[in-house]
């Protein structure tokens, strides 16, 4: 599982691109400053990858 | 939260960087590397120059100077002078050290002194709009070439390696290749040079024909291989030379 400061995020996609399963996609609401922001859905197998490439740090990975 | 998250002032994010920006990669990884080296805010003081990566010092909790065009190296080189028990680094980009800072960067390299030096060079004036700055590849578009850059780029490699001292090269795609040469540098006791070659979407991109981030730094991945020759390195190869 994943957890995505919706606050931090600008929606580079980024995660998106690089996700394996295709679990992470992209919102249809925008946060405070304006960006439409990344938001994970299920099938995630904590390989770690969009939380390596974030450059805004704002995903974190939680094992189970 | 991550224990590297400590270094970060969180509050100040997200950071004011285009989306998919290197620049917050760049951050990410010293931050890495900084925290399982054990530098904090007691011995470890950040310089940087102007341009997109100056920023870089607004979003660290660390001492910290946001100095003036082109003259990162030289306060650095005070500052490492007045207390030699300091990590000193330079956070800055390709116009920053090589165009305006370039002779900066001679003399440092000549004298030697024991700073880290990150430059991240996206090959053109991001910041301004896309002019050609001194490290953009011939035969490249851009705002002020726009007919097809006629220089060539310049040599970092040789200034640096000329002096015998520390000069590596790596890219945002390449992330733990990064860390490994920051960690590198900081086993050096001589002038550190590390170029880091980033993306810049909307003023190098755009003009190039990439339609993403994403795709820019898939390109790095595709042009970028490792060192055959351990006493130089070429246009497209990453590695380290001491």
Not at chain 1, 58 to 63: A, M, P, Q
Not at chain 2, 16 to 40: H, R, Y
Not at chain 2, 100 to 120: D, E, M, Y
Request: aromatic share 8%; with cysteine; hydrophobic share 35%.
């Amino acid at each position: 599982m994943i957890e995505i400061d919706i606050e931090k995020c600008k929606g580079c996609k980024l995660c998106i691109e690089n996700c394996p399963k295709d679990c992470i996609d992209l919102s249809s609401q925008v946060n405070k400053k304006g960006y439409f922001y990344a938001v994970s859905k299920h099938g995630c197998i904590n390989c770690r990858f969009c939380a390596m490439m974030c450059p805004d740090a704002c995903i974190e990975v939680l094992r189970e | 939260m991550q224990g590297y998250l400590s270094l970060l002032k969180i509050k100040r994010l997200p950071t004011t960087w285009c989306p998919g920006c290197g620049n917050g990669l760049v951050i990410k990884a010293l931050i890495q590397v900084m925290e399982s080296n054990n530098l904090n805010k007691k011995n470890t003081v950040i310089v940087s120059g102007i341009g997109c990566v100056g920023r870089t010092t607004g979003y660290l909790k660390l001492d910290s100077i946001h100095t003036l065009h082109g003259r990162a190296i030289p306060v650095a080189e005070g500052i490492k002078t007045a207390n030699p028990k300091l990590n000193v680094f330079v956070v800055s980009g390709d116009g920053d050290l090589l165009a305006i800072g370039g002779n900066h960067l001679l003399h440092a390299s000549r004298r030697k002194t024991n700073i880290k030096v990150i430059c991240v060079n996206n090959r053109i004036y991001g910041m301004t709009g896309g002019q050609a700055s001194p490290a953009t590849p011939k035969k490249t578009v851009t705002t002020t070439t726009p007919k097809g850059n006629e220089f060539e780029e310049i040599n970092t490699q040789a200034i640096v390696t000329s002096n015998k001292n520390f000069f590596a090269r790596s890219t945002v795609f390449h992330l733990d290749h990064l860390k490994k040469m920051i960690k590198k540098s900081l086993e050096n006791k001589d002038f550190s040079f590390i170029e880091v070659i980033s993306n810049c979407y909307p003023g190098y991109g755009k003009k190039l024909g990439f339609t993403s981030n994403y795709e820019m730094l898939m390109d790095f991945k595709k042009k970028f291989e490792n060192q055959k020759n351990k006493s130089i390195l070429k246009k497209n190869e990453l590695g380290f030379l001491k």
